[in-house]
């Protein structure tokens, strides 16, 4: 059983959940921030957060906290949580490979009486049947004897500043009850909001999951109504607000679905099920729809181009957002980006403005981000991701880029329906 006042917590993956999380628990324990990049390192060192959950104040506040990418630093640290990606491969099946390094780093650190929690989200079963066995492995410890595990789904929302981590209710799992109350008391520390448990480890990965899957499919539903309404020439919009006024209508628009939650997760639990024999329907049909808007978005766009007699070879199109989510820099399993490969196969010029973006993750050479723009250079501009700093300078100042003749197309509806040619 672990000592309270010895605790000392080592957070493995320092990205956009581990960072957030690492620098909260260093106001009150002595916190071990590891990641294998060193470049992260070297950034948090500086007190410098390239995902901009955090700012330099969380940095000043968290005075118990150390930064490195040595493993061994682990070493007297009592509490491991591991916050490494869990994305899927190019099959679309989940990729275990960070969670299961990041397993033998804190297994090789693991002593008798240590906890580790996972943060990661997995299928219901990873930490147990995939993880666990490989800490036994490294550490040669035993699983419920010498150590014990945990699971807490993380629930934030990034580039969200209103539902930050200790303003969201914590679900909390452990595989015995002594577990649950240090992870009750050090998690209790640094979340205003409830904490709470599950029945099981497994019972909270799997509501993990679900949280995700709900609202791929229920975002699949709104963007099969857009294309429904687009048929009948009316707003999917104003359908949606209308039924909205019914009590137990669920307001969900349509949308572009990337990022490494939505589109991803629902294909962990998918992987599950099918190893356990049933091959799920809804879920997956709902994936490959959203999977395919940005295919349905540039159909929609070439018929514009002809119905208003666009000339192909000389066209200049802008995309405006380039991120899988407004306000945030993540461009990972974007879709605005799939959207401007596709565009960018059918014609030459075809630009890129995202003035948040992680751009440096952009690998295609092809893309060209524009770092200025100029009035009246474009023939279509997509307003794939509508940034704060984007809009807020209103319709006027973006349709001030576009050329006389011109087509607009408003993704998210973020504007009036009479500036756009196309709304979701
Ligand atoms: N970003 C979100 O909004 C969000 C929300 C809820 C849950 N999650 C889940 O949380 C997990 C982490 O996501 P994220 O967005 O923080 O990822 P991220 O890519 O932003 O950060 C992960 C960090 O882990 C590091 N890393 C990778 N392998 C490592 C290893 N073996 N050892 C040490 N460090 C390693 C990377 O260098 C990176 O800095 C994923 O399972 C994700 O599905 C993410």
């Known amino acids: 059983m672990i000592n309270k ?17 690492a620098l909260s628990f260093g106001k009150y324990f002595d916190v071990v921030g590891y990641d294998n990049d060193k470049r992260r390192i070297i950034d948090l060192k500086n007190k410098k957060d390239l995902t901009k959950e ?11 906290i150390i930064f490195t990418n040595n493993a061994e630093n682990l070493k007297d640290c ?28 804190v297994g090789s650190n693991l002593k008798k009486d240590d906890i580790v929690v996972y943060e990661s989200t997995g299928y219901p079963g990873m930490t ?27 629930r934030i929302n990034p580039g969200d500043k209103k539902h930050k981590l200790e303003k969201i209710i914590k679900v909390i799992s452990a595989s015995n009850k002594k577990t649950l109350n240090i992870l009750y008391f050090i998690y209790g520390k640094i979340i205003k909001a409830k904490v709470i448990s599950a029945p099981s480890i497994m019972v909270a990965e799997a509501a993990k999951v679900i949280e995700n899957t709900q609202r791929d499919l229920n975002i699949a539903l709104a963007n099969e109504l857009s294309i429904i309404c687009s048929k009948l020439k009316i707003e999917t919009k104003e359908v949606i607000n209308a039924a909205s006024t019914k009590w137990n209508f669920h307001k969900y628009l349509p949308g572009l679905v990337g990022g490494h939650c939505i589109g991803v997760d629902p294909y962990y639990l998918t992987y599950k099920s099918k190893l356990l ?31 208003k007699k666009f000339n192909k070879k000389n066209l200049k199109i802008l995309v405006l957002g380039i991120t899988f989510k407004e306000n945030c820099p993540d461009i990972r399993n974007s879709q605005s980006l799939k959207l401007t490969k596709i565009l960018k196969k059918k014609y030459k010029r075809v630009f890129v403005f995202d003035k948040i973006a992680n751009t440096e993750r952009i690998r295609d050479k092809k893309i060209i981000l524009l770092n200025k723009l100029k009035k009246n250079t474009f023939d279509v501009i997509i307003l794939a991701v509508p940034h704060k700093d984007i809009v807020s300078k209103g319709i006027k100042n973006i349709k001030s880029y576009l050329k006389q003749k011109n087509i607009f197309l408003d993704l998210k509806s973020y504007f009036n329906k009479k ?6």
């Open 128 to 154: 147990e049947e995939a993880c666990v066995p490989v800490l036994e492995k490294t550490s040669l410890l035993t699983y419920k004897k010498d150590f014990n595990c945990g699971y807490s789904p993380e």
């Open 54 to 64: 955090t700012n330099v104040k969380d940095f000043i506040l968290a005075k118990k």
């Open 277 to 307: 024999g049933y091959n799920p329907k809804i879920i997956l049909a709902g994936r490959k729809l959203n999977d395919s808007m940005a295919q349905y978005i540039s159909l929609k766009l070439e018929k514009l181009l002809k119905k």
């Open 419 to 424: 500036y756009s040619n196309f709304r979701l």
């Open 78 to 105: 009592t509490i491991f949580i591991v916050t490494v990606p869990t994305p899927v491969n190019t099959n679309k099946k989940p990729d275990l490979s960070h969670v299961l390094k990041a397993s033998k780093v």
């Open 5 to 21: 006042s010895k605790i000392k917590i080592g957070v493995i993956g320092l990205g956009y959940v581990g960072t957030p999380l």
